[in-house]
């Protein structure tokens, strides 16, 4: 059967179907209809609808078979083209739904969606389905029917391909959302038909972020309209772009007028290469140059003062493309500041008035000081002088020495105020140190009926390191005022670590400080208060004391109810120490004279009197003394005698001591000869240019014995002969114990000698001589040194007290 002229024209490929599937059939139903493939004469297959029928005899054999034959090329052709077409469609669909844009098939004619993607649905919440049976005016509510298909007459008309407009498209639940929405006309092939492929994409962010840029510029705009600076803009070369209505006035051009200029048109000449090199060096290495001061040319021709801000402009690549300014008007500041500078040119020379002022005064107050309290020690030294002549120069010493309190007073507070006071920080016992000041004030206390409470909050190291001196004034400063301002009540000092600072606090029950005199109170010559207590002190007390506590560090603090008292504290810095040692106790025995051949010094001095205290001091101990009234004559005697230590002073006629220092520092022979400057005048700048001039030393007028007799020891190398020591102290209470004649003079413990001292810085006599008695009841052999104390406290030397004092003091 396979070679039967039937199966000639089937390929290969096929015959095993038509075998046992085709054939089959026919038998059985007599017809088999469907596609199969034939093979031509040039091989080619060509897809064919067959249909093949069986044919049979009067007996009812098949004899024949017969077929009918439809050649199906060009419908396969077709069946494969739109089945790629499909594909495509479907890929093309795929994109289309995973897009966020909205995309819409849209009829021409009727307006109905034909087609609505994935982002269609997601925009508008609508399901294919009802997209279908729906227009673009059930989604548009910017548009009317009449307005939207005005609107696309373009398209229509064929003027434009492609519309873009922004509307409102509206959500299924009502919401609406701003779109910009592409509409192109498009034309299905082999049809008539006109549609609309419209892309809408939704454009509230976009919206909301011009709507926040259009705010941020409008505030701008208000921020450089109402901005005190001048804003101006330009572009690389200079030319200006934009600018604010300061700026105009600033320059007072016509704005039209600013448009026309370049940032060098408005800068004079001398300041534009150092504006260059400021661009080149900062703003475009930085992007902006620290503000600096230039000049402005305004249209009237008048120049004024600016300072400048600059900041560079990139675009997105980076690339420098404008320049902005932020422009001040300086004129009022430089007025001021020359104003100030002015200011400051008279405060520094009423500062100099004030201190030649002062030193005209101290000089002036000293000098006749220098003989009174300079005769005063001469006298007091003779034995001969006694009875109510001694007492008499007692008086006249202490009346000198306070007078001297006064004036160093006033000085001390300039050297505060000029920062020439330094603190010379020593280890000592702290608790000795706290209990001298304790009991120093409670026998203050005592006296004026009222309680002082010592009071520790806390664990308090053995030893600190501090300057003792000024600490001690502090307290003694603030401790006094509450003793002396209160009158009921009582006074505290609590001590103890605070934030890991050691706090002084004294509190009184005193009339309080008035809220509005508290910043007052601080004001050197300042009281504030009851009358009757500022006749007492110079006002300068807590002024002192507010300087001293900075300089440790530390802030004086006060807080204050009128008619309940006040409150004052400060923390310090302390450095804690240990294994403190006790300075060796020495004894400051009377000099009488000195070993060797009798030595010449060389006066000179305008002043007969202190001449005259130079020699009545120095010629009982063998120095021969020449005199010399001026400068010029101490020069020709120093030439003439060869003196071997010169003390001069420094402000004299005809020749001033400087000037004649230089000129004896040029003779050869008198080169290395000692030159002591002694003067009234105590400032810093007085003693440098003595010592540049060419002076050894400088002692201040007026001196003690002591000092000078010291620097003549040291800068003639002299050996003292002293006063018999037997006959230095005398035991006159008859209730002494008959001591050895060779026993040495007993002197008080640390704690005693403490208070002792805290007593003489207070000027508390009594106080002192009280408690000397108390001292001696308990050791008999304190008599001599009680005595000493008791000499000096009548005579209320309370600074020979304090020296005496100090040896025996840790």
Not at 219 to 237: A, H
Not at 323 to 352: F, P, S, Y
Not at 513 to 526: G, N, Q, R, T
Not at 688 to 712: D, Y
Request: net charge negative; with cysteine; glycine share 6%.
């Amino acid at each position: 059967m396979s070679e039967h002229p039937f199966f000639y024209f089937y390929p290969d490929l096929f015959l095993e179907r038509l075998k046992n599937e085709v054939l089959p059939i026919v038998l059985q139903k007599n017809q088999w209809f469907g596609e199969t493939i034939l093979r031509s004469t040039s091989g080619q297959l060509i897809p064919v609808l067959e249909n093949i029928y069986l044919i049979r005899n009067e007996a009812g054999k098949p004899p024949y078979l017969a077929n009918t034959i439809t050649n199906i090329t060009d419908r396969k052709h077709a069946e494969v083209q739109l089945e790629e077409t499909n594909r495509i469609l479907n890929e093309f669909k795929t994109t289309l739904d995973m897009t966020l844009d909205a995309v819409y098939m849209i009829d021409a004619v009727t307006l109905k969606f034909l087609y609505a993607n994935q982002g269609a649905m997601k925009q508008l919440g609508y399901n294919q389905e009802e997209f279908l049976q729906m227009t673009v005016l059930d989604i548009n509510r910017t548009f009317g029917e009449e307005s939207f298909r005005q609107h696309i007459v373009p398209l229509n008309d064929g003027s434009k391909s492609a519309l873009t407009f922004e509307t409102m498209h509206q959500h299924k639940n009502g919401a609406t959302h701003p779109v910009e929405v592409v509409l192109q006309k498009v034309r299905v092939e082999g049809q008539k038909k006109r549609r609309f492929v419209a892309i809408a994409r939704d454009i509230t962010e976009r919206k909301q972020t011009e709507e926040a840029l259009r705010k941020s510029e409008k505030r701008l705009r208000q921020l450089l309209t109402t901005l005190r600076d001048g804003v101006v803009v330009t572009d690389m070369q200079g030319k200006i772009l934009e600018f604010n209505p300061v700026f105009q006035k600033m320059l007072g051009y016509e704005a039209e007028e600013i448009y026309q200029l370049t940032y060098q048109d408005i800068t004079p000449p001398k300041w534009r290469e150092m504006e260059k090199k400021i661009v080149q060096e900062q703003i475009m290495n930085l992007g902006y140059a620290e503000p600096y001061e230039k000049e402005y040319i305004r249209k009237d021709g008048v120049i004024i003062p600016i300072e400048v801000g600059a900041y560079l402009i990139r675009d997105e690549q980076g690339m420098p493309i404008n320049l902005w300014g932020i422009i001040r008007d300086i004129t009022e500041r430089k007025q001021a500041e020359l104003q100030l500078q002015q200011a400051k040119n008279v405060a520094e020379m009423a500062n100099k008035a004030k201190s030649t002022f002062l030193a005209n005064m101290s000089h002036e107050l000293r000098t006749p000081l220098n003989a009174v309290l300079g005769y005063a020690q001469i006298l007091i030294r003779d034995k001969a002088v006694v009875g109510k002549q001694r007492e008499g120069i007692e008086i006249i010493q202490r009346s000198g020495e306070y007078l001297l309190t006064l004036i160093n007073d006033i000085l001390d507070l300039s050297k505060i105020e000029a920062g020439k006071v330094e603190l010379y920080p020593i280890d000592f016992n702290f608790d000795s140190f706290i209990q001298g000041i304790t009991e120093l004030f409670q026998i203050r206390a005592q006296q004026k009926g009222i309680a002082f409470i010592y009071e520790p909050l806390s664990y308090l190291p053995r030893g600190i390191r501090a300057d003792d001196k000024r600490l001690r004034q502090i307290l003694i400063n603030l401790l006094g005022n509450a003793i002396k301002f209160t009158d009921h009540g009582g006074v505290s000092l609590k001590i103890g670590y605070h934030e890991e600072k050691i706090r002084f606090q004294i509190e009184d029950t005193g009339p309080g400080i008035a809220a509005e005199d508290l910043d007052k109170i601080f004001s050197p010559f300042h009281q504030v208060g009851n009358q009757a207590y500022k006749a007492e002190g110079t006002g300068l007390g807590l002024a002192i004391t507010k300087t001293l506590v900075e300089m440790m560090e530390g802030e004086l603090q006060v807080k204050s109810t009128l008619d309940h008292g006040s409150t004052f504290w400060f923390a310090l810095d302390l450095i804690v120490v240990s294994d403190l040692v006790k300075p060796k106790k020495v004894r400051e025995p009377v000099i009488v004279g000195f070993e060797g051949k009798p030595l010449t010094i060389l006066v000179i001095d305008d002043r007969w009197e202190n001449r005259s205290v130079m020699a009545n001091l120095l010629g009982p101990l063998g120095f021969e003394i020449v005199e010399a009234h001026n400068g010029k004559e101490g020069v020709d005697k120093a030439i003439a005698l060869c003196p071997d230590l010169i003390v001069t002073d420094l402000v004299m006629p005809v020749m001033d001591g400087f000037e004649a220092t230089r000129k004896i520092r040029q003779v050869p022979e008198l080169a290395n000869t000692p030159i002591i400057a002694a003067s009234a005048s105590v400032f810093d700048y007085h003693q440098q240019e003595s010592f540049e001039a060419g002076c050894n030393s400088f002692i201040a007028k007026p001196f003690r014995a002591e000092v000078l007799l010291e620097l003549l020891r040291q800068h003639i190398g002299l050996t003292w002969v002293y006063e018999d020591e037997t006959s230095v102290d005398t035991i006159t209470n008859q209730e002494v114990e008959k001591l050895p004649e060779d026993a040495p003079l007993v002197g008080p413990t640390v704690e005693q000698a403490d208070i002792l001292y805290d007593l003489a810085m207070m000027g508390d006599i009594s106080g002192i001589l009280k408690k000397v008695n108390e001292f001696e009841h308990l050791n008999k052999q304190l008599i001599p040194f009680s005595n000493k104390i008791r000499q000096l406290a009548k005579g209320f030397e309370e600074e020979k007290i304090c020296e005496v004092l100090e040896p025996y003091r840790n």
